[in-house]
């Protein structure tokens, strides 16, 4: 039963640290199932990889929902309300890249995926289990905010590592490739990728704004 | 003649409420004109029928910018300012989501409509219709919340039928179609319908916040 | 040595205007840069115009970064703290933008720049300077707002004349091109300076909120 009054006004125990923790688990989830999925390259694995990747998906969006509803109600929260909501937001807008990827791969159905393609796969994973780790360190780094800023700027990198990656690959693409639909095929997807790999960069400039915030 | 000590402090009649409602109208006018305009495929027609949506367009832009006027000069709001100017502006998307398909439509002059783009249409006239009902909740949601949770459940419906239809014909599309030029211009004009109903479901997302928030 | 109990609480000189006009200078000279790239066509002529644009665009993050971390740990702020973050991201967009044009360039390579792609990126210069003017009156707009207003309408002018001059050129690239790999690359680039154009614009439409709100 609903005690209407105090539910109000007790601070109940902020629940966001293992959340959050949760909703980097999907998408470290999802990033490995991106990454498995490109060595399987008939219409129907790519087809079965795209439905459970956008199972994460939906998991994630519903748990991003959950942390939404909790900054509503909750009366205690650990950092500002709209920090709290920008970093689930920019989690599970990675989630939705790679499912953005999958479904690219699943609708155009193109070639095997090139090694850079499943390079970028593999750089999205890695950014993936950076957020976890510091999804772990959210109680802490008030204190010792060095780890944290440690995977701020490995995101960083990854993400510049990509951008080479990526540039290089549609530089030669548009060298070498004269068919025409293989070329948007490819183009599509890598860009997905390579946007992915943003999308989890942007998670670290948001990380660091913590650490200018509260550190 | 402008008080202008007491207009600074006076409660104003707030005319959100109208506001909202006329942005919601103007929606509904663009997706009625996207929806007849599939119907007629020379270049010159689709040329007009870009200009009308324009029209709608630039009216759209000019009331949201009343709206956040309006926020920036009213004393008392409804809800907190940044929920109205959220709302807003999500409507305002939507708008130029359609202006923005009916722009690609007449640039690239692709052959006739497919049967799954005016389906896409279609939808988005229903999400229009649906917004339009969601505005006339606003009044009265906080006591009554089921209509408008209904609306955001329906807009969540009709996004995930989109999102199957697309899917679908994209793949068909680059299974069957070989004329290069024609997948370029078919697959961006359809993007951009997807894209739109998103948009659309972006509004009731926002609606179910103001649920959790004020209800 | 930090001064732990004042540095708090003692107001500090705001650096904001400075700041904001070095931003706006970057941006300036990055869209200088683009138009003198436009002359060059060799690929490796585009790879260090793409190269000394990137060098502007990564000054422009950090900036904005630094306005960020100083908006974190300055007492007064001349403005509300999310209108100088909105400001100085919109500004930081629209270099973005000039180097997502001079990246896509020089890893797509297409044939000579077209007239229309040139007037493009001379419109984004003219945004540019239209931007640092609009810095210079931050200061003083409170009093005397019509020169802010006015930059804010010719900025809104400039991008409307940038839709028209994309469409007619897209409109007639689709009828006269027939290399369906060059549209591509065509297309996508002047995309880009478009998009480009309409975040010059944006800048425009939060200093107008500016003016709605301070003056």
Redesign the interface.
Same mark, same amino acid.
């Given at each position: 039963m609903k005690n209407s009054f105090f539910s109000r006004f007790t601070p109940k125990e902020p629940k966001f640290f293992p959340l959050l923790r949760q909703l980097a688990e999907i998408l470290s989830d999802a990033s490995d199932t991106l990454v498995e999925s490109m060595g399987h390259d008939s219409p129907s694995d790519r087809a079965d990889y795209y439905k459970r990747i956008k199972d994460f998906e939906r998991n994630g969006d519903k748990l991003t $929902?959950t942390i939404?509803?909790e900054l509503?109600?909750t009366f205690i929260t650990p950092f500002d309300r709209e920090d709290i909501h920008d970093l689930a937001s920019s989690i599970d807008d990675v989630i939705d890249g790679i499912n953005s990827c999958a =479904?690219r791969i $699943? !609708?155009?159905?193109p070639r095997p995926i090139s090694d850079s393609g499943k390079e970028l796969a593999l750089l999205i994973q890695q950014e993936a289990e950076c957020i976890i780790k510091a999804m772990d360190e959210l109680e802490t780094f008030r204190k010792k905010p060095a780890a944290l800023r440690g995977y701020c700027a490995k995101l960083h990198d990854i993400e510049n590592h990509a951008d080479d990656l990526y540039?290089l690959f !549609? &530089?030669k693409l548009?060298?070498e490739e &004269?068919d025409? !639909?293989e070329? !948007? &095929?490819i =183009?599509e997807i890598m860009y997905e990728l390579e946007k992915t790999t943003d999308a989890a960069e942007h998670v670290g400039k948001i990380l660091?704004?913590f650490i200018? =915030?509260y550190a």
């Open positions: $929902h939404f509803d509503g109600t =479904k $699943h !609708i155009y159905n540039e !549609i &530089k548009f060298e &004269k025409c !639909i070329i !948007i &095929k =183009k660091r704004n200018v =915030k």
